[in-house]
């Protein structure tokens, strides 16, 4: 690799008064870090500057010149006699270096030193560099590899820095690495760093599946994982009936995987996903409930399968298939037919409406309709009085339930003031009654 003069440290140097920096120093490191940089006093290199590099009583290095390696950007602090930082400089680069371009990567210029597949070692405490979730590109003698950071511990004399690849192996070739320029941390993204959920739950054949959408990315752990083509399913094997679950994405080892679990989510502090509470390896990204089997199921009168991310309206409906009679004047349960079972995420809520058509075959008396969750009638109902026997009336009753994450149903009540109400459950749609309603999932 060729040398280039350094620009603004090869000429003389001054105090905040203007007079020349008498036996000042110039320290030459790796840009945005603490590692110090080989410098040369001539372009073919071959005699390193010292370091720091000491000044004269002009102000000037007294090694004579200083050269640096192409292709790395690097970082001068400048200090008086003293040891005070009179100036800093970070990113800088030798002069008519055209090896150095606006690029998404930053080549670490010191030699990684290989240690697995999946880890490697720097001199120095690096772990300000090698932030946890921070990419990395690496050259190894496979090829380029791709990763992210998972572990940066510092345990003198240097910095293990451990990676989860997108695909591949780290191998004994590796000979650079370089490390995405957009920090984890004090990134200057607004909103803090980037979280992905690029994905959708649902049920497909026996099974969950958590699929790609619009995009390939989740965040897990502070890291960005990528997701399958073919997705990534959940059995109901050995979950228990009539449970609701929460369903997490992790990693296991180096593939995505799905886990259900009855633990509830919290918010990670440190990167805003949602995850299972007290455990950040596993990202949330649906809901589920198991029926008799055990299975999965998601219909319209049983709604159980939520995805967290890339929500959609989702149908819940039931239709009465005959005609129902009730005597009770006081409000009860139509028909358990009718109940549209549903999950709920907490953020959300549900509008459902009652409607079809109704009798009473006593003159005078009246029908009335309402909606009942999770067995307990809520506001709002419908209701007429007929003027002949039998006479039909319409029924439409509408309310909007705002509850508790998890299980609830919706269910038609009724009730009459005196004789026989019934409520019509043959004929067209649109005659007939039916209770529907749209939960997001």
């Known amino acids: 690799m060729a040398n280039f003069l350094a620009p603004v440290i090869n000429g003389q140097q001054f105090d905040a008064n203007g007079d020349p920096l008498s036996s000042g120093e110039i320290y030459v490191y790796l840009a945005g870090s603490s590692t110090p940089a080989t410098t040369y006093t001539t372009q073919a290199g071959g005699t390193p500057n ?4 000491d000044l004269n009583t002009l102000g000037v290095n007294e090694d004579g010149e200083i050269w640096l390696i192409g292709g790395a950007s690097y970082k001068f602090v400048i200090k008086d006699s003293a040891g005070v930082t009179l100036r800093t400089l970070d990113n800088m680069s030798g002069i008519n270096d055209s090896a150095i371009t606006n690029d998404q990567w930053i080549v670490y210029q010191a030699t990684p030193t290989y240690v697995s597949a999946t880890s490697f070692t720097v001199a120095g405490d690096q772990t300000q560099t090698f932030q946890v979730g921070r990419r990395l590109k690496s050259t190894n003698t496979g090829g380029t590899i791709y990763s992210t950071i998972t572990g940066s511990v ?3 004399p240097n910095t293990t820095v451990t990676v989860r690849n997108d695909s591949g192996t780290l191998d004994s070739g590796l000979s650079q690495v370089s490390y995405g320029v957009m920090s984890v941390l004090n990134t200057s993204l607004p909103g803090g760093m980037i979280n992905y959920g690029q994905c959708r739950l649902t049920k497909s054949g026996a099974n969950l599946l958590l699929s790609p959408f619009n995009g390939n990315r989740i965040t897990i752990n502070g890291s960005v994982c990528v997701i399958p083509a073919a997705g990534v399913t959940l059995a109901p094997t050995s979950l228990s009936v009539g449970t609701t679950y929460y369903i997490y994405a992790y990693m296991n080892g180096a593939a995505l995987a799905l886990e259900a679990s009855t633990t509830t989510h919290a918010t990670d502090t440190s990167t ?3 995850v299972k509470s007290g455990d950040v390896t596993r990202t949330l990204v ?3 409930r198991i029926i008799t089997g055990p299975a999965w199921a998601d219909a319209t009168n049983q709604r159980f399968v939520l995805s967290y991310f890339n929500r959609r309206p989702l149908l819940c409906q039931a ?9 009770v004047t006081s409000a009860n349960e139509l028909n358990t037919a009718l109940r549209n079972e549903f999950l709920l995420w907490g953020d959300t809520s549900v509008s459902f409406t009652f409607d079809g058509y109704a009798s009473n075959n006593t003159v005078g008396a009246s029908v009335a309709s309402y909606l009942a969750a999770d067995g307990a009638v809520v506001e709002g109902y419908s209701a007429f009085t007929n003027s002949v026997a039998n006479q039909i009336g319409p029924v439409s009753v509408t309310s909007v339930l705002s509850s508790t994450e ?5 269910t ?4 009459v003031s005196a004789g026989i109400g019934t409520w019509i459950g043959s004929g067209s749609i649109g005659l007939r009654c039916s ?3 749209m939960i997001q999932g």
């Open 406 to 410: 998890g299980y609830h149903y919706m």
């Open 412 to 415: 038609p009540f009724v009730s």
């Open 154 to 156: 510092y345990s003198a």
């Open 435 to 437: 209770l529907k309603g």
């Open 286 to 288: 649906g809901m589920a």
């Open 319 to 327: 239709a009465l298939g005959a005609s129902t009679n009730n005597i």
């Open 50 to 53: 010292t370091f720091p590099i």
């Open 272 to 274: 805003g996903v949602e």
